[in-house]
C-alpha cells in the first residue's frame, strides 16, 4: 500500500492568509491558550492567526467557552480537526494520556504543534513524539513543548546572567513549586489523580516545570537523581463513591547536572497556604539569583564581588524595554502577569514558523524532562538509590 505524506502547514507569509489554530482541550490549559492566541498578534510581529475551532468532549460546554474565548467555531472530534485545510496550527491542551496520539497523528498530518508540559505521561510516549517531531521537522512542520515559564521575563534574564558570568561556576540551586489544591482531605478526585490519565501526580505536573527550568536556566542536561514520593491522601471521593489516588501527592528530589550542580527539588500539591509558588535559588561563586513567581517581575542578584561593606542583594524590576519578552508589552514599571507568558509562547511558536528555526523547548527537550521525572520515580522505588541518565 502507497502512503501519501501531506505536504507540511506552510505558513502564509505576512499580510496573506491568516494561519489557522485549533485547540484541543477548552477547560484550564485550554482557556489560557485560546487567550495567548487571541492577543498574539496585538503585541508581537508575528504572522497573522485565525482561531478556527475549539475541541471538547461535551459539545454543549465547548460551545460555550468557543463564543468566550473568541474561537470561530467549536467541535467534539479531533480527528476531524485534522483533515481541515484551514487548520495549520494544532494546540493540544487535553490530559496527558491523549497527548501521544494527538500530537504524532498531527504532525503527520503536516500541521504545526503545540502540547502542553509535561510532555507525555510515559518515557516511551516522549520517544515517539519526538521521533514524530524531528521527522516532521524535515518537512517544514514545526513542534513546540508548552513549558512557558522560560517565557518569564525575570526566568529569561537570569539565564542571560548565568550565560555571562554575573554569578560565577554554579555550584548549587534549590528549586521548589509548592500548590495547595489538594491540601484539603475533601477535595473532590479529578484526572489529575489517575495514574492512567495523568501520568504522575506533583511530579508531572510541577516537578516538569522544576527540571524544565533547571535545563533552560543552568544550559546543562541532569546526569543523576535521587528521589522520594509521597501521597497523603491516598482516597478521594469520585462521582461513584471512594476512589484510590494513584498517583504522587508531592516529591523530593537531588538533582546532579553536567555541569557539576547539585539542585535540591520539593513539588507539593498539598503545601498549605502555597497557592502557585515556584521559587528558585541559585548560587555561584561569584553570586546569586532568587526568583519567586509569585513575585514574577522581579528578579534578585547578589554580588559576590562587590566590597564587604557594600554586598547585598539588588531587586531587579524586569519591566525595561531590553528585558526580555517585555518590549512587546508596556511601559517601563507596568508589570506583567502569569498569563503573558503563554503569548510570548505563541509568539515563539510563530516566529520558528516564520522563519524556519527549529522551535524552542522542542519535543527533544519535554523527552529529556521526562526522563528525569521517570528517574526519580524509579529512584523512589528503590528507597531513594542514585539513579543515572
Known amino acids: 500500500m502507497t502512503t501519501t505524506v501531506p505536504d507540511p502547514a506552510v505558513p502564509p507569509a505576512h499580510g496573506s492568509a491568516a494561519l489557522g489554530v485549533a485547540v484541543l482541550g477548552h477547560s484550564f490549559m485550554g482557556k489560557a491558550h485560546s487567550n495567548a492566541w487571541r492577543n498574539v498578534n496585538a503585541f508581537y510581529p ?44 494544532v494546540d493540544i491542551c487535553t490530559p496527558g494520556h491523549l497527548h501521544a496520539d494527538m500530537a504524532v497523528a498531527a504532525l503527520e498530518a503536516g500541521k504545526h504543534v503545540l502540547v502542553e508540559k509535561p510532555l507525555a505521561n510515559t518515557v516511551a510516549e516522549a520517544e515517539r513524539m519526538a521521533t514524530a517531531a524531528a521527522a516532521a521537522r524535515t518537512r517544514g512542520v514545526h513542534s513546540m513543548v508548552g513549558f512557558n515559564y522560560r517565557r518569564v521575563p525575570a526566568l529569561a534574564l537570569a539565564r542571560q546572567l548565568i550565560a555571562d558570568g554575573r554569578v560565577g561556576r554554579v555550584r548549587q540551586v534549590r528549586v521548589s513549586y509548592l500548590q495547595d489544591w489538594l491540601a484539603d482531605e475533601h477535595a473532590p478526585m479529578t484526572w489529575r489523580l489517575r495514574r492512567e490519565t495523568a501520568g504522575s501526580g506533583a511530579l508531572g505536573d510541577l516537578a516538569s516545570h522544576a527540571v524544565d527550568q533547571v535545563r533552560f536556566l543552568l544550559d546543562s542536561p541532569v546526569t543523576s537523581v535521587s528521589g522520594t514520593l509521597t501521597t497523603f491522601v491516598p482516597t478521594r471521593t469520585g462521582e461513584d463513591g471512594p476512589e484510590p489516588v494513584t498517583v504522587d501527592d508531592a516529591a523530593w528530589a537531588t538533582l546532579r547536572t553536567a555541569s557539576g550542580a547539585v539542585v535540591g527539588l520539593e513539588v507539593s500539591r498539598c503545601a498549605t497556604g502555597r497557592k502557585n509558588a515556584l521559587g528558585i535559588e541559585v548560587y555561584g561563586s561569584l553570586g546569586g539569583l532568587r526568583f519567586d513567581l509569585e513575585r514574577l517581575n522581579e528578579l534578585h542578584l547578589f554580588d559576590a564581588t562587590a566590597p564587604p561593606d557594600t554586598q547585598g542583594s539588588s531587586r531587579i524590576l524586569v519591566t525595561e524595554a531590553t528585558h526580555p519578552y517585555v518590549g512587546a508589552w508596556w511601559p517601563a514599571g507596568h508589570v506583567l502577569g502569569w498569563d503573558h507568558t503563554f503569548t510570548s509562547q505563541a509568539a515563539e511558536l510563530l516566529r520558528s514558523i516564520d522563519t524556519g528555526t527549529p522551535a524552542a523547548p522542542g519535543f527533544e527537550d519535554g523527552l529529556e524532562v521526562q526522563r528525569v521525572l521517570a528517574a526519580v520515580t524509579d529512584s523512589a522505588a528503590r528507597s531513594g538509590a542514585t539513579v543515572h541518565l
Open 46 to 89: 508575528t504572522p497573522r492567526v485565525a482561531q478556527k475551532v475549539l475541541v471538547g468532549r461535551d459539545a454543549g460546554h465547548v460551545a460555550e467557552a468557543a463564543r468566550r474565548y473568541g474561537w470561530e467555531e467549536s467541535g467534539t472530534d479531533w480527528r476531524s480537526v485534522l483533515e481541515r485545510d484551514d487548520v495549520h496550527v
